[in-house]
Every structure is written in C-alpha cells, then in structure tokens.
C-alpha cells in the first residue's frame, strides 16, 4: 500500500506567494493494524535496526520530500 | 590518563552487534507486552537475552565495563574513566 497521501488545498486568488497546489502526509502502517498478529515474518537484527521495526509489515520509510516541495513552489 | 588503545575493528563489530541486539529485544519487549501468552515469541526473547548477555560479557572482558555500580565486572586497574566513552565512537 502506498503510504503518501495527497490533497490540494485552496489558492486563494490574491495569495501572493506562489501556490502549493499539492500538499502530502504520511500514513504510517500501524493505523491499520488493530491487534498484531503473531508469527509475523521478522527483519534480521541487523536490518531491524537499519529500518527501525523488527516487521516488514510495520516498515515506514521516510523519504524527506523538501526538495520536491521547492520545485513545485518554484 | 593514558590514552586508550585505539579500538580496532572487532570493537566495532562487537559495539554493532549489541546495539542490534538491543534493539530486538526492545522491539520484542513491546510486543510480549500486549501479547504475553505468544510461546515463540518468549522463547525467541529469552534466546536473545542470553546471546546479548554473552556478547556483553565477551565486549566487558576486552574493553571495559558497561555498566557502572556493581552491574560490570572491572579488570585491573580500574579504567572506568578510561576513552572511548559512548559517545565518541
């Protein structure tokens, strides 16, 4: 499941700075897991402590989207 | 102070290895919490306990203690003070 989501807030006709026409967020894979289910497949330690959960399924990369972001508002 | 012997490549080895095994047990500690009765679970936290304990022991006997107040062993002379600290690897 793809965790960004995206919306496009309201631009104001007498805004005046360049608009960002597209604003997104993140939603993280534990919002839709009620109750962990044992027996999950596990990352090995050292990976685990690479990506920060010892579950692929609860894995949340951060990817920082600043860069995007200034050439949208460009 | 004399300065410490530049830790070699086991050291960081040894530093990694505990750090990933505390993260495991920290990752399982939360989850035996809300699921207490998960056999496997408990067996696998148990198992990594005991490697981490070994692995602590085998870092401890060639580097220095851990832990301070009677939780560390201390080798002779007493180089509690002695660098690198924590926080400068």
Same mark, same amino acid.
């Given at each position: ?16 700075? @360049?608009?960002?026409?597209? #604003?997104?967020?993140?939603?993280? =894979?534990? !919002?839709?897991? /009620? $109750? ?8 090995? @330690?050292?990976?685990?402590? #690479?990506?920060?959960?010892?579950? =692929?399924? !609860?894995?949340? /990369? $951060? ?12 | ?89």
């Amino acid at each position: 499941m793809n965790q960004i989501r995206t919306w496009h807030p309201f631009v104001g006709p007498f805004d005046p700075c @360049p608009p960002i026409t597209r #604003k997104a967020y993140l939603v993280p =894979p534990n !919002l839709f897991i /009620p $109750y962990q289910p044992p027996n999950w497949p596990q990352f090995s @330690p050292a990976e685990a402590l #690479k990506r920060g959960t010892l579950w =692929p399924a !609860l894995y949340s /990369p $951060y990817e920082s989207r600043m860069l995007e972001g200034r050439s949208e508002g460009q | 102070m004399s300065a410490a012997k530049k830790p070699d490549e086991a050291y960081d080895q040894l530093l990694t290895e505990l750090q990933q095994l505390d993260f495991v047990l920290v990752e399982l500690t939360l989850y035996l919490d809300t699921h207490p009765y998960d056999m496997q679970a408990v067996q696998q936290f148990n198992q990594l306990a005991q490697r981490r304990r070994q692995v602590a022991q085998v870092y401890e006997s060639r580097y220095g203690p851990l832990l301070q107040f009677g939780h560390s062993y201390s080798r002779y002379p007493w180089d509690w003070a002695n660098t690198p600290w924590p926080w400068q690897v």
